[in-house]
């Protein structure tokens, strides 16, 4: 039996992008499902609005919860997977995704990992506001930049260094600094966290509208400007 409120204006093709990734949330707050939100919506919160074509959203779901999430979408109004092929998601730790079909808005599920890095993501994911209606659970600033290098470590796509940008633009003020230069260290991304800080600095148009990006080593603490200035002039 679906979960979502009467008051969702779902059944059309008129429902915005924005209403289906509100519904998707409510969805996982109502079953209780360990949740945050990643990827390009995520830094979204944090950052400058870009168009996307879905949302990410790492879960922790336990097998036996699967039908009750696949049942709280209507197979009339939206694709989602069997619960057999969402159990085997879970149990390799894989993905899977729910597809609006009357206006082709799409969520991708991604099962939390076992790594380390992937277990204090979790762990420090917070509360803040998704829309006027709804707020939900995201991953950290810190986090989401963390995960942009490891994308883009993967497969140098930009929409990656400009999702960084916009985080650093908008919230680098109180961005906890010291957590992030531990993981680039941690996971060998101060290089191309380097080679990143470089294309954002040479951004197309006036996305930076007169503001900078310094670049610095590995040994400079960048919240730290006796540092920062030392490194520019020497």
Known sequence: RSVRSSS?????????????FEL????????????MVAGSVGAMLYGEPRLTNDMDVVIELLPGRATALVEAFPEDEFYVPPVEAVRDAIGRRGQFNVIHMGSGAKVDFVVRKETEFAREEFFRRRRVVFSKRLQCQSASPEDIIIAKLIAYREGRSEKHIADIRGIIAVSGQTLDWGY???WLRKLGLSAHARQAGLIASQG???AYMGKYVIVVDDDIDPSN????IWALTT
């Open 225 to 228: 400007l006796d540092e920062v």
């Open 204 to 206: 197309r148009g006036n």
């Open 8 to 20: 969702w204006p779902l059944g059309d093709s008129s429902v915005t992008q924005q209403e289906f």
């Open 24 to 35: 998707v949330l409510s969805v996982l707050e109502k079953l209780q499902v360990p949740y």
């Open 180 to 182: 992030l230069q531990a």
